[in-house]
């Protein structure tokens, strides 16, 4: 089953919301400093007491003015009052404000205020932040953080922060987010729309609006264009104006739970995008734009795909090199392939190259653009059909398939076509084989960059792990009672144990793995096939001794011999967004033993059987006694990778019982 993807709403403010949206017109008095000690009292308010920290209030504001440029800007004010509960909501006292910059423009910030409360003696003591504190740091050359943390923060305090920041880049109209980590008593966003803009509008989450209202007024907006050396110009311009007015009270914390890609794909939030601008006698003026013209334009940008188009020629020699031996198309890419990921460090994500094809093969580094790209490259050097693909990564959330947000996209990797199968790549990871993905990849919609630029959708759904483990148990050739354990991992968990035996060593793994067994079981002999050939899955062989065999009159034996679920996953008693598994599963296990000599069963496990969810999912556990062998079989099995939040309380007692069969053991006794 696919992920639910986030509720798409076009508002193009000139048509009436649903009624059922409308509420009373609440309104929330919150003035900069002005704190009584009242406002220290929460304990009449509705928020989960175990939390760190909560926002009284959280407010903001959009809105559209002419500028001395001959266009609008766009003003956006916040004004936050946040109490303080504990230590681990000192990070609520840390401000990051991300701006936008590009050329020589740049989003200005400005009234800046903040300042700590406490209540000393009955009365209200402020701390203001000094304009020293703030701090300012460039991420890249289209974004940097003002930042700063608020001075003298301890447990109950009350802090409260207000800023404006005014752009010029009317795309960037700014988003608000309801709900995050921490409770909110009070979350309020207005924008004041002028008609000549329309967006559209993303809204997501579960949470419904308290109060949801729109009013639409008139007004004037002068623009003046600059004159040069002559008379600046004038404008006026007069048109209807759109209120539109969001408030969600008393929203919970949406926490991360275990299988969780990104919080920012669940929390209720508004986003919008600029899809066209359109001012009095004038042609409409298309802004997003639709695939094709999105992949036109990334295909000629010089930090994309221009350089794609190039000979390239100064890869000549060394691919002759790679390729020399190649019989055909598919042969020469298998090769280039394995040459950039075993040769190549990537440094981080992204989807622009940061650096020139030519110095990423120098320098052997670069980010996943770099890499990928220059693979591509490399691949369209020998006439092989080579693409780019966009996609977000699991931790970055949903893109939108509608829509070129390119904004959501923050990856690249290379889809290759030889006679008519497609095959992905992503040579950043090493010892990752040809034609598989990174986990990270599997997020939904992705979007070829190509003169037809084609949807993919790399669902987690359609990765299938698959791991099969068998353990016999009795006597050897000289009448020794012995074990062996055979596994043949899944791919990804083969991935994994690959890469931690390049890091760790292979006596350091196995040594590991036999410190998690009791001094009564010893391992051995550990091998693994098909290390070296990353498109195989492994296979791990050891041999187990069981070392109390014969001294004890009573043994213990937990027939999964550490390969079963101990814990579950799914603590919370509640989930209010999916699980998203990052693949499906199916995991056999099988053990034979024979019983050893002057031994008798004293107690087994009962044998199990249970579905999840109408075929979902399904668990057995078969366990029989033939005369003097225990025969026993485990099979876990989930369909799927993704489940909605209403599945969740099946999916956490269905793990509970897995936990509890896998823990459960055999019992033998020495016969009187």
Not at 124 to 144: C, H, P, R, Y
Not at 509 to 528: A, G, P, R, W, Y
Request: hydrophobic share 35%; with cysteine.
């Amino acid at each position: 089953m696919k992920k639910t993807a986030p509720v798409l709403l076009l508002v193009i403010f000139f048509f009436l919301l649903p009624q059922s949206y409308l509420a009373a017109q609440d309104k929330l008095s919150l003035k900069f400093g002005k704190i009584t000690a009242a406002d220290f009292d929460l304990s009449k308010q509705n928020f989960d007491s175990s939390a760190s920290g909560v926002y009284i209030a959280d407010i903001g504001s959009s809105e559209f003015e002419g500028n001395s440029k001959g266009r609008f800007s766009l003003v956006f004010k916040r004004h936050a009052r946040i109490k303080i509960l504990k230590k681990d909501g000192f990070d609520l006292a840390s401000v990051e404000i991300p701006l936008y910059t590009s050329g020589n423009s740049e989003e200005k910030l400005s009234s800046i205020k903040a300042a700590t409360y406490h209540l000393e003696n009955g009365n209200v003591v402020a701390t203001k932040l000094e304009e020293s504190g703030i701090f300012k740091d460039k991420i890249n050359k289209n974004l940097i953080v003002k930042k700063f943390t608020l001075p003298a923060v301890k447990e109950g305090c009350i802090i409260e922060f207000a800023y404006t920041i005014t752009s010029d880049f009317l795309f960037n109209l700014q988003p608000w987010q309801f709900q995050g980590r921490y409770p909110r008593l009070w979350s309020e966003y207005n924008v004041s729309m002028p008609e000549f803009f329309n967006y559209v509008f993303l809204s997501q989450g579960s949470n419904k609006f308290n109060i949801n209202t729109r009013k639409e007024t008139r007004g004037s907006f002068t623009v003046v264009e600059p004159g040069g050396a002559s008379a600046n110009s004038y404008y006026k311009l007069d048109g209807r104006i759109t209120d539109s007015r969001w408030v969600m009270k008393n929203v919970p914390a949406l926490k991360e739970e275990p299988f969780t890609t990104s919080l920012q794909n669940h929390i209720s939030k508004i986003e919008f995008q600029l899809s066209e601008v359109r001012y009095p006698n004038t042609v409409p003026q298309n802004i997003m734009g639709n695939w094709e013209k999105a992949s036109e334009e990334l295909l000629k940008h010089e930090d994309f795909g221009a350089t794609l188009s190039k000979n390239n020629n100064w890869l000549d020699d060394e691919i002759k090199n790679i390729t020399n031996t190649s019989k055909s198309k598919l042969e020469k890419a298998q090769k280039i392939y394995a040459y950039v990921r075993d040769n190549f460090t990537c440094t981080n994500n992204g989807m622009y190259l940061t650096t020139s094809l030519k110095n990423t093969f120098k320098t052997r580094n670069g980010s996943a653009a770099d890499i990928n790209l220059l693979l591509i490259a490399m691949l369209k050097h020998e006439d092989i059909q080579a693409d780019p693909v966009l996609l977000s990564t699991r931790e970055h959330g949903y893109t939108h398939e509608i829509y070129p947000l390119l904004d959501r996209f923050n990856y690249v990797i290379a889809k290759v076509i030889d006679n008519d199968q497609a095959y992905f790549l992503d040579a950043t990871k090493p010892k990752l084989g040809f034609n598989y993905l990174p986990i990270k990849c599997y997020n939904g919609h992705s979007r070829i960059i190509s003169a037809d630029p084609q949807p993919v959708f790399l669902d987690a759904d359609s990765v299938k792990e698959w791991k099969t483990t068998l353990v016999n148990f009795g006597k050897d050739e000289k009448g020794k009672y012995v074990g062996s354990l055979t596994s043949n991992l899944g791919y990804y968990e083969s991935l994994s144990m690959r890469e931690k035996l390049a890091e760790k060593g292979k006596d350091n793994v196995f040594k590991s793995m036999k410190s998690s067994f009791t001094d009564n079981i010893e391992l051995s002999d550990f091998q693994i096939d098909s290390l070296a050939t990353y498109e195989k899955p492994l296979a791990i062989k050891y041999n187990i001794k069981l070392n109390n065999i014969g001294t004890e009159n009573i043994l213990y034996i937990n027939p999964m011999f550490g390969e079963g679920y101990k814990d579950n996953y799914f603590k919370s008693a509640e989930r209010a967004y999916p699980v998203e598994m990052p693949y499906t599963i199916d995991e056999t296990y099988v053990m034979n033993m024979f019983i050893p000599e002057g031994y008798e069963v004293d107690e087994l496990p009962k044998s199990t059987k249970v579905a999840l969810n109408e075929g979902e999912g399904y668990f057995e556990y078969i366990m029989v006694k033939n005369e003097n062998m225990i025969q026993m079989r485990s099979r876990v099995q989930l369909k799927k990778a993704n489940f909605f939040a209403e599945d969740y309380e099946g999916l956490r007692g269905f793990f509970d019982l897995i936990v509890k069969k896998h823990n459960e053991q055999i019992v033998l006794k020495k016969k009187k």
